[in-house]
């Protein structure tokens, strides 16, 4: 089964501005792919949404009348539902399966926007249990077998959700008012422990669900390269409970997400599918891993540990361990590529750390391998996205630290040859990773959504040219103040100082050093926009 996740980016007749342009699929291209994986006995499922989610629809004037609040749909409004009847009938009519995920997690705020204007105030999980008995009534209209996840309005937190203590079969609203015909997907990406699983899956029975689902990931969002150690753990979790044959269920999936960007190379994921499928040929709480390895290197041409060791692009030189409470990996590559270069304000964060040397041999080791042995391992062509982000990082992580030095020290010379060697070698290094990285985008997908990433590479290079720029133009007013010793003049000329390197820095995360998943908005400055 391969559930295609799409919120917005599917036709639907009459609305223009539903997946506007953002590269939707048209009814011919997903029609395409259900032939496609029917000839491969692949049942495609449409997963969309209808309550959150919504926000990239919702940020329109034109669909304002179906807005709770920015993400989520206005509940209880008949208009609502006559909007949801259409966009069902859309994704699911190119498909064979007459399943439909219709998504309904993280539905922050519900009730809480106009809907409390209009409606007045109910209980967040009297209009979520109103609103999922709906919206299975226009399926069971159109004869079809629907699947949520299975974060209600009551524990749609994260913390909330995955708190142990926190049973929502304990709220009786949640368990008399679930559809009986509603399959449960519990959504675990963060977990090594697979009791947790277990307990949780227990909790799905007591409301009434005896199959749940579980849908686990490989770790591929907001980052370069799939965080394969931390995949392998959780993975490992959630199935050995899955299989377990007391408490084990008959259904699960592995997911894998694009938010943030989706700077990743999803082709990163596949040890992780690969781990994954091994685990559905296996009793055992482990798999064979010598196995798991050359099946890899047969399946998929390249080879198992150098794209493990890729993911070492969001580890520390010492290494971050993984244990049972461990619940995320860093995204380490992500905020120092993005991290505005001039104030470099997360420093701090990884001062001691040697990650020059560290991003280098992982630089080093990856290009090595990239060929593969005598082109036996075609796919270790992949590797050049994360060997291309750290020989960035490699010269980028500690370069405000060395011009900063010289720069106090009035060490003209130093200051210059760093902005002649390391910035420019720097500059270079990042238009080669953007030419790369656009190349690998056109290769996969549609050109739409690029844009979003190529801001971000703009914004990046614009500010190293003006980091470079007012480096010469201070060293060459600092050479001519000295020659010409004009020492009045220093109040009129904007290049006598550098303020951004007079500016000392703070460690913001205390006690996190380099271990924080930052996303792009946060990292490039520290001023919030507005």
């Not at 036709?11 to 506007?20: A, K, R, S, T």
């Not at 409606?119 to 399926?139: A, R």
């Not at 050049?384 to 992580?397: D, I, M």
Request: aromatic share 12%.
């Amino acid at each position: 089964m391969l559930q295609l996740y799409t919120e917005d980016t599917f036709e639907v007749d009459g609305e223009p501005l539903f997946g506007y342009l953002r590269g939707r699929y048209n009814r011919r291209e997903l029609t395409c792919i259900d032939d496609y994986a029917f000839d491969l006995g692949i049942e495609v499922v449409p997963c969309i949404q209808t309550l959150g989610h919504l926000g990239q629809i919702l940020q329109w004037p034109h669909y304002a009348y179906l807005r709770d609040n920015t993400e989520v749909l206005l509940a209880e409004s008949e208009a609502t539902y006559e909007f949801i009847e259409k966009i069902i009938q859309a994704a699911a009519s190119p498909f064979r399966s007459k399943r439909i995920h219709l998504g309904m997690d993280e539905a922050h705020g519900v009730g809480e926007g106009r809907y409390r204007q209009i409606f007045g105030y109910k209980e967040p999980t009297k209009i979520f249990v109103d609103h999922l008995q709906k919206v299975n009534e226009i399926c069971t209209r159109l004869g079809l077998q629907p699947m949520i996840w299975s974060d209600t309005a009551k524990n749609n937190t994260l913390q909330g959700y995955y708190d142990e203590n926190n049973n929502p079969a304990d709220t009786a609203e949640v368990v008399d008012n679930m559809p009986r015909n509603m399959e449960l997907i519990y959504w675990d990406y963060y977990h090594t422990n697979k009791d947790i699983y277990t307990q949780k899956l227990q909790q799905h029975r007591q409301l009434g669900c005896q199959q749940p689902w579980i849908a686990n990931a490989a770790w591929t969002w907001s980052r370069f390269w799939t965080a394969l150690p931390f995949t392998f753990e959780s993975v490992r979790a959630s199935t050995v409970a899955a299989k377990d044959r007391d408490d084990g269920i008959r259904n699960t999936f592995i997911t894998i997400w694009g938010d943030e960007g989706n700077e990743c190379d999803i082709f990163s994921a596949l040890p992780g599918l690969c781990y994954y499928a091994e685990h559905g040929y296996c009793s055992q709480e482990e798999v064979d891993v010598p196995m798991l390895k050359r099946n890899f290197e047969g399946i998929c041409g390249a080879t198992f540990d150098d794209w493990v060791f890729a993911s070492k692009i969001d580890d520390t030189p010492s290494g971050i361990p993984i244990t049972i409470r461990t619940h995320y990996m860093p995204n380490i590559s992500k905020w120092l590529l993005w991290e505005d270069p001039f104030l470099s304000f997360l420093s701090p964060q990884y001062a001691d750390e040697d990650l020059e040397t560290h991003y280098g041999n992982i630089a080093a080791h990856l290009f090595d391998v990239m060929d593969g042995k005598n082109g036996m391992h075609p796919m270790n062509e992949r590797l050049e996205l994360p060997a291309r982000v750290a020989s960035v990082l490699s010269l980028k992580c500690h370069l405000r630290q060395r011009l900063v030095e010289a720069y106090r020290n009035k060490d003209y010379e130093r200051l210059y040859d760093l902005a002649q060697s390391r910035l420019t070698r720097l500059r270079e290094e990042v238009d080669q990773l953007w030419r790369y990285h656009r190349s690998l985008w056109m290769k996969m997908y549609k050109p739409f959504g690029w844009e979003v990433l190529e801001l971000r590479y703009g914004g990046l290079r614009t500010r190293l040219e003006t980091m470079y720029d007012h480096i010469i133009a201070h060293v060459q007013c600092m050479i001519m103040k000295k020659q010409q010793q004009e020492q009045e003049q220093e109040e009129d000329n904007v290049h006598w100082r550098i303020p951004e390197f007079d500016a000392d820095l703070e460690c913001l995360y205390y006690g996190s050093r380099t271990n924080l998943l930052l996303d792009y908005a946060r990292v490039i400055s520290p001023s919030r926009p507005g």
